[in-house]
């Protein structure tokens, strides 16, 4: 952040007690902490819990169900309006997994597990290309190699001793 995003004003660098060198606004006589996005992404586990589900979305192959979080809205919130967005199901449960910072996007990336409360898929077709229920055992393989998705997913799956 080189601006500040209330007056435009060329932000300095000034010491803050507990914080240490923080962007600065001379001008509001403020400190301007950089912002980020903040979004979810979900590892939805079938009913039965022997499958996860895998999508494909914009050109990419094998990732989770994942969305922004809007203004005003909770975590929880948006992991149920964007697995209901995406693929048409409703969540039984919820829990968190883990998170990440990930730069590429400027977005705090935070996990979690959910388990569907049905089976059948009413895919968005301008979210979501392909989606499909894949054991779990065989679910490493099915996830785009070297991606925050797969990060996620082992965690969980090692965390919680599956197979796979």
């Known amino acids: 952040m080189t601006y500040c995003e209330k007056c435009g004003t060329l932000l300095t660098k ?3 007690p507990e914080d240490g060198m923080v962007p600065w ?4 006589q403020t400190y301007r902490y950089p912002g980020f996005n903040t979004a979810v992404s979900m590892i939805v586990v079938h009913p039965a819990g022997d499958r996860i589900l895998v999508i494909d979305q914009y050109g990419k192959k094998g990732i989770l169900v994942a969305g922004y979080v ?3 809205e909770s ?3 948006t992991v149920a309006r964007e697995v209901q967005e995406e693929t048409g199901l409703a969540l039984r449960a919820l829990d968190f997994n883990a998170s990440q910072y990930y730069p590429g996007s400027n977005t705090l990336m935070v996990n979690f597990a959910c388990r569907a ?4 898929l009413v895919l968005n077709p301008g979210e979501v290309d392909r989606a499909r229920w894949v054991p779990v055992g065989e679910v490493r393989e099915a996830m ?3 991606s925050l ?3 996620f ?4 799956l090692d965390k919680n001793r599956l197979p796979g």
């Open 14 to 16: 000034k010491e803050q």
């Open 25 to 28: 606004c001379p001008q509001c």
């Open 70 to 72: 809007a203004k005003g």
């Open 75 to 77: 975590l929880e919130e």
């Open 117 to 120: 409360a049905g089976e059948t």
């Open 144 to 146: 785009r190699p070297h």
């Open 149 to 151: 998705a797969k990060a």
């Open 153 to 156: 997913l082992c965690q969980y």
